[in-house]
């Protein structure tokens, strides 16, 4: 059990993580959108779209931040020691969209200033998750167990790479939520906005898998030794054909659930493909899961609350997405 706790315990992060990509992502998606609404209205019809269930996406982030600090205590110390500023910038933005999103919806005279800041909200926050997640992955430089790189220590190419990724693959996840949830103008100014994107997701993701290998020799010979490249190519290949899928799905009509689905698993492959070439790196180039890993008993001590506590969450998520399934009318009001 000493070998598979800490490997439970990163998959549960993971799919935290991950889940909070996929179902917050195309609410801060429609956040970067916002500025292409071509009226209020529709920017209403946008936000409608979302209001029932953006709340409970949330969720997930705390479930990864908690498990984290619960398994993984070192790493946890050292990922907020190096990162608390683009960790303490993503929460403001976080809690700047949120009431953005509330009071817009109750505002009059300043009504367009909301929107705004709902976008700009939206916009920083998806921008500083990327930054976190690239400066993750990119290492970070320790000394006897401490964080040597200062306080702009994340601030790099990458990172900054990283970060206007996310950005625009946020946008392609609320555009194609758009031609999942909606009809008529606001469907056609999603699908427009969507076929570019998907142009753009394709070329981050390309530069971001091509500059990958190269942060550390550990990674590149995790994808090119030994013949590693031919058992972790079905990935990118996969990768390759979802964004063709994706590509034409986006303008074809009568299946407006395909580009979202698409679209989730395209984020999915990219997610895996970052796992494959960081692991068993918990916070590379030098700390494991295990060397990062609280004791066997406190692992499993919190491994039980967990088995209480996710299949609630995900039934609760479940439930919720089934009450407001289909589409989302222009005139369904939010109060």
């Known amino acids: 059990m000493e070998y598979w706790l800490p490997v439970i315990w990163f998959g549960v992060i993971g799919f935290g993580v991950l889940m909070y990509v996929l179902l917050d992502g195309f609410v801060l998606g429609l956040g970067i959108l916002a500025p292409f609404a071509e009226d209020e209205d529709q920017l209403d019809h946008m936000m409608n779209t979302a209001a029932p269930i953006w709340d409970g996406n949330e969720t997930w982030l705390v479930l990864g931040g908690v498990a984290l600090l619960a398994a993984f205590p070192k790493a946890y110390a050292l990922i907020l020691s190096a990162l608390y500023l683009p960790v303490l910038l993503m929460l403001i933005a976080l809690v700047f969209r949120g009431v953005a999103f509330e009071f817009r919806f109750k505002a009059q005279r300043s009504k367009f200033l909301w929107g705004w800041a709902f976008a700009l909200g939206s916009l920083c926050a998806a921008f500083w998750q990327g930054v976190i997640l690239g400066a993750v992955v ?198």
């Open 138 to 335: 990119e290492g970070m430089p320790m000394q006897a167990g401490k964080y040597i790189g200062g306080m702009l220590g994340f601030f790099s190419p990458f990172s900054m790479l990283t970060g206007a990724a996310v950005v625009f693959g946020y946008a392609l996840l609320g555009a194609c939520w758009l031609i999942l949830k909606t009809e008529g103008a606001l469907q056609h100014v999603a699908r427009s906005l969507a076929r570019p994107l998907v142009l753009v997701v394709v070329v981050f993701m390309g530069l971001v898998s091509a500059w990958l290998p190269f942060l550390d020799s550990r990674i590149m010979a995790r994808w090119f030794d030994g013949g590693n490249f031919w058992w972790l190519s079905p990935v990118p290949l996969l990768v390759l054909a979802v964004a063709f899928a994706l590509w034409r799905a986006v303008m074809a009509q009568g299946r407006d659930a395909r580009p979202f689905v698409l679209t989730l698993c395209f984020f999915g492959l990219g997610f895996a493909g970052l796992v494959l070439g960081i692991w068993p790196y918990l916070v590379p180039p030098s700390l494991t899961i295990w060397q990062a890993a609280a004791s066997p008993s406190s692992q499993m001590f919190v491994l039980v609350g967990l088995v209480l506590l996710l299949p609630v969450i995900l039934g609760y998520t479940w439930w919720s997405y089934r009450v407001f399934a289909g589409k989302v009318a222009a005139d369904s009001g939010y109060h």
